[in-house]
């Protein structure tokens, strides 16, 4: 087969395996905590890990097509897909960190550091991110 997919594309899509295959192992993790654990449960953190890395990899999946058929050059395209990507990848990030430390079961009780502008930097890349290239598909598309 000799179709090549954009540069948009291709990221979204390596993005989406590696965040899947992050999830899985995730999940390895996960059952050792289960099967360790007196209450046979994880770490809450852990498990929110674990299921935030399934749902974030499905997510990037949707980037795909919206990236391959938006009308934006590539560079607006690219930059929309990573703006993305990158906070679906800290937030798993957050969420592996609190596993491992043990140290919360909810951030937001006490939080520390850069929480908050945290939140804010995500919820605009995410969606001003996924805006974009919904933008440049319905430019293109109608």
Request: glycine letters at 6%; charged letters at 10%; aromatic letters at 14%.
């Amino acid at each position: 087969m000799d179709t090549q997919l954009a540069l948009e594309t291709r990221v979204a899509l390596t993005a989406a395996g590696l965040i899947f295959i992050w999830a899985l192992v995730l999940g390895v993790w996960k059952y050792v905590q289960i099967t360790k654990s007196p209450t046979h449960q994880a770490h809450i953190y852990v498990d929110i890990a674990h299921r935030a890395a399934l749902l974030y990899a499905f997510a990037a999946l949707l980037l795909a097509p919206f990236a391959e058929l938006s009308g934006w050059p590539t560079a607006v395209n690219v930059a929309s897909v990573l703006a993305v990507v990158i906070f679906f990848v800290a937030a798993i990030g957050s969420y592996v960190f609190h596993g491992w430390k043990r140290d919360t079961d909810n951030q937001f009780a006490h939080p520390v550091g850069l929480l908050h502008p945290f939140m804010i930097a995500l919820i605009a890349a995410e969606i001003g991110g996924f805006v974009i290239l919904f933008a440049g598909f319905i430019n293109t598309q109608f």
